[in-house]
């Protein structure tokens, strides 16, 4: 499927005109340029011009970050970059490993970090149009492969929402907290993307059933998270109350794990649901722990 996609978009669709449109894009949405870009537009657009220092701090923060797991990712990966002599290459292929592609998460990072910070359906759909456009130059001139910016578009969505959360949320403690869920939810569905496409690196998770512990701590921290956001709530399954935060991530578990059946790279593990109920258990009572310390700390 990646190269079938690859080639359609690289071959399929070449046109002088979408070469010329395609590296500028793919130029503009450069990481660098374009964060002296969304400098220049706080400092230009008059209502950007109001919040000042604290968005450009922001953006900054946020394509900083999102640079740092893309490489750091890019490094432990260390998937190659499409052949050059099986695709039409028009421009030259960067230096750095393929998945997942930084022009594309830093791109969905910015969509993410001023769509929530706005909370506006235009500012939304202009950065989404942009990042969908920034991700398919990278693929149109060969320089990636489709999933690379699928996981590009997964890991920087992630890190967008959860800066302009920690960032802008004007409640404190649990409140500021709780956007980490958004990375954390990211995390799970981009490993999880990485695991589908063989592209783990066993490598560094040779120790004894170090997959296991990635699982109990992917859904342990979700359900840290969750629970927060949830405050605790709860729903009555006969003579039971179980918690949300635990329910709806250990159901969504149970569904990936009958869909590994179908991949030929994963199968169906009992052995990994029990790690991932472990880890939700443990994530729930911390955070429910930690939900009765802010109750008692804030005044009524």
């Excluded at 635990?246 to 649901?273: G, H, I, K, M, N």
Aim: aromatic share 14%; net charge positive.
């Amino acid at each position: 499927m990646d190269n079938s996609l690859l080639h359609f978009f690289n071959q399929t669709l070449a046109h002088p005109i979408l070469d010329v449109l395609m590296i500028a894009v793919t130029l503009i949405g450069n990481p660098t340029y374009y964060t002296i870009a969304i400098v220049a537009l706080c400092v230009i657009i008059k209502p950007w011009r109001k919040m000042g220092k604290g968005m450009c701090l922001g953006i900054a923060l946020t394509l900083l970050a999102t640079f740092g797991f893309t490489l750091l990712f890019q490094f432990t990966v260390l998937r190659p970059r499409p052949d050059p002599g099986a695709i039409r290459l028009i421009w030259p292929q960067p230096n750095f490993p393929s998945y997942p592609s930084g022009h594309a998460s830093c791109a969905f990072a910015v969509a993410a970090y001023f769509g929530l910070r706005f909370r506006s359906a235009q500012v939304w759909g202009m950065g989404l149009v942009w990042a969908v456009l920034v991700a398919l130059s990278r693929v149109y001139l060969g320089h990636h492969y489709p999933s690379d910016v699928i996981g590009g578009a997964i890991l920087g969505a992630g890190i967008g929402a959860t800066m302009s959360g920690l960032l802008h949320e004007p409640l404190p403690g649990i409140h500021k907290a709780r956007w980490l869920l958004c990375f954390q939810i990211a995390l799970a569905l981009f490993v999880t993307h990485m695991a589908y496409l063989n592209l783990i690196p066993w490598r560094y998770l040779r120790w004894p059933f170090a997959d296991k512990v990635f699982h109990m701590l992917l859904f342990g921290a979700i359900t840290l998270w969750l629970n927060l956001w949830l405050r605790g709530r709860t729903v009555r399954v006969g003579r039971w109350s179980l918690p949300i935060a635990v329910a709806l991530p250990f159901t969504v578990a149970v569904v990936e794990e009958c869909l590994q059946s179908l991949s030929p790279y994963r199968t169906f593990d009992v052995f990994d649901l029990s790690c991932d109920l472990l880890g939700m258990t443990l994530g729930w009572w911390l955070s429910t722990k930690w939900i009765r310390r802010f109750e008692l700390r804030t005044p009524a």
